[in-house]
């Protein structure tokens, strides 16, 4: 079972940003599915951005779709969460996600892949956008 480690969280003030890893303990093959949920106190987790790791497609909750950027790098088994203009509602837990390996082939067939079945979670990282 590949092991997910998340790095970058933090506090900022509205407008911030932020840039959010994760790191694969094993080789991520190109059919595979990962992406970022995020979850506040009280609520619950929902997928914010999802990405085919061997195609790069990419699919983006509507709210955060032109603030929110992810990536990947192939060669270090890595994806990226760049988030920019954060606003307070963007505040919780950030978890990376992972379905290796995973028969979507779209970063909107990852979304919906990534929140059933057999998938592989990171321990989380805390966003706090705050003034």
């Known amino acids: 079972q590949v092991q997910l480690v998340e790095a970058g969280g933090g506090s900022v003030q509205p407008g911030g940003s932020l840039i959010l890893s994760c790191a694969a303990s094993?080789?991520?093959?190109?059919?595979?599915?990962m992406g970022w949920f995020r979850q506040a106190p009280g609520t619950e987790r929902e997928g914010v951005a999802s990405?085919?790791?061997?195609?790069?497609?990419?699919y983006y909750l509507d709210s955060i779709k032109e603030r929110f950027s992810i990536s990947r790098d192939i060669a270090k088994n890595m994806i990226y969460l760049q988030m920019n203009n954060l606003k307070a509602e963007d505040s919780g837990m950030y978890y990376c996600a992972a379905r290796i390996p995973a028969m979507a082939r779209s970063g909107v067939a990852c979304y919906f892949a990534l929140q059933t079945g057999d998938v592989n979670w990171g321990q989380g990282t805390q966003v706090t956008v705050s003034s």
């Open positions: 990405i085919h790791f061997g195609v790069g497609s990419t």
């Open positions: 094993d080789r991520t093959y190109s059919n595979s599915c």
